[in-house]
T-cell receptor, first 114, second 113 residues
Framework: GAGVSQSPSNKVTEKGKDVELRCDPI?????LYWYRQSLGQGLEFLIY????????KSGLPSDRFSAERTGGSVSTLTIQRTQQEDSAVYLC????????????FGQGTRLTVV | GENVEQHPSTLSVQEGDSAVIKCTYS??????FPWYKQELGKRPQLIID?????GEKKDQRIAVTLNKTAKHFSLHITETQPEDSAVYFC????????????FGKGTHLIIQP
């Protein structure tokens, strides 16, 4: 079946604008992760959804960042009033049952704030 | 929450030699330790994982070892080849943990011809 799909692949936005990044996980996967990867850097954890449990938002860098997961499937990461330091690749991953199962990554959304 | 430290940040080895990447973790309840490989411009992909009920796992030229007492685990690549050049990430997670997979900062492995 299809893998994890993210859209858009690339997004250029002006400083101060809001952006929405979308993630379509693999069908049936209950766990969904968002990570941020700056150029040449590691994977910075942002948020984790597991089934119907309240998401762990501890990784969100500021209150400008928020995420939703509707119907236990598609997730949207929203960044309000974007800043230049928000420029990075945003990666989404899903796994069948969360812990102790392989996470499959999407191709990422490259966000550039100008 | 969990904290994963990974070393070295960059590793350069001659083609054919072995490479070892080491990670330590802080949460003694962590019980799943995957390794991901990210080639330039591509998404991370799982290459091997180990669970806390075993001490070592092998898959052809790669192996992972786990020392639960010391809370560290390592990736071993033997007979390195040019296609092994990539960034490697270790990670840790535990049952019931709220933050899912916690990744190390990555190791850039360079295979010198």
């Amino acid at each position: 079946g299809a893998g994890v799909s993210q859209s858009p692949s690339n997004k250029v936005t002006e400083k101060g604008k809001d952006v929405e990044l979308r993630c379509d996980p693999i069908s049936g996967h209950t766990a969904l992760y968002w990570y941020r990867q700056s150029l040449g850097q590691g994977l910075e954890f942002l948020i984790y959804f597991q089934g119907n449990s309240a998401p762990d938002k501890s990784g969100l860098p500021s209150d400008r960042f928020s995420a939703e997961r509707t119907g236990g499937s598609v997730s949207t990461l929203t960044i309000q009033r974007t800043q230049q330091e928000d420029s990075a690749v945003y990666l989404c991953a899903s796994s069948l049952m969360g812990h102790n199962t392989e996470a499959f990554f999407g191709q990422g959304t490259r966000l550039t704030v100008v | 929450g969990e904290n994963v430290e990974q070393h070295p940040s960059t590793l350069s080895v001659q083609e054919g030699d072995s490479a070892v990447i080491k990670c330590t973790y802080s949460d003694s309840a962590s019980n799943y330790f995957p390794w991901y490989k990210q080639e330039l411009g591509k998404r991370p992909q799982l290459i091997i994982d180990i669970r806390s009920n075993v001490g070592e796992k092998k898959d052809q030229r790669i192996a992972v070892t786990l020392n639960k007492t010391a809370k560290h685990f390592s990736l071993h690549i033997t007979e390195t080849q040019p296609e092994d050049s990539a960034v490697y990430f270790c990670a840790a997670s535990r049952e019931g943990g709220a933050d899912g997979l916690t990744f190390g900062k990555g190791t850039h492995l360079i295979i010198q011809p």
